[in-house]
């Protein structure tokens, strides 16, 4: 990780990923997918390629590579679903990697909710992202990431 500031500016709705109450999986979802959404803005940076190989580092024990591959499927759902462009930090540099964008915390909280079974929240946050378009494939694809990474019963879910 590079230890240098992208300039990029926190916007309204940025927070601290040190204010976030996220656990492993969750920490290791957000992080895959500022590498994939790192690899569409940037196709010849092959961050895709740390994800992918790296599978096993995000998502240790069985199956890390379904896990990872369910994980860009929730990304490649959302992309697909927007008509603007995805906010997100850069995952290769320390400064911007510690700031979660609005665009983010809507999808970790897709995946919390996803998690937790929480059908009716999850699919407020999927509307969030898809923007008004339809939600279905996005809210399938993060209950098959929540399926293979277990239920996760939480006390809160990151606010915002």
């Known amino acids: 990780m590079?230890?240098?500031n992208c300039n990029n500016r926190r916007?309204?709705?940025d927070l601290s990923l040190d204010a976030l109450d996220v656990d492993p999986v969750e920490?290791?979802?957000l992080t895959a997918a500022r590498y994939?959404?790192?690899s569409f803005q940037e196709p010849q940076s092959?961050?895709?390629v740390t994800a992918m190989l790296g599978s096993e580092c995000f998502f240790p024990g069985d199956a890390s590579a379904e896990k990872m591959r369910r994980a860009l499927s929730v990304v490649h759902e959302m992309r697909t679903s927007r008509q603007s462009t995805f906010r997100f930090s850069n995952p290769r540099c320390e400064e911007c990697s510690a700031i979660v964008t609005?665009?983010?915390r809507h999808l970790l909280q897709l995946v919390q909710h996803a998690r937790a079974r929480r059908l009716s929240m999850m699919a407020s946050s999927a509307m969030l992202l898809c923007e008004g378009n339809d939600?279905?494939?996005l809210r399938a694809a993060a209950l098959g990431f929540a399926d293979l990474t277990g239920a996760h019963v939480r006390h809160h879910i990151v606010a915002g």
């Open 36 to 38: 994939f959404c790192l």
């Open 135 to 137: 939600t279905e494939r």
């Open 11 to 13: 916007a309204q709705g």
């Open 46 to 48: 092959g961050a895709w």
């Open 102 to 104: 609005e665009h983010e």
């Open 27 to 29: 920490f290791a979802f």
């Open 2 to 4: 590079t230890k240098r």
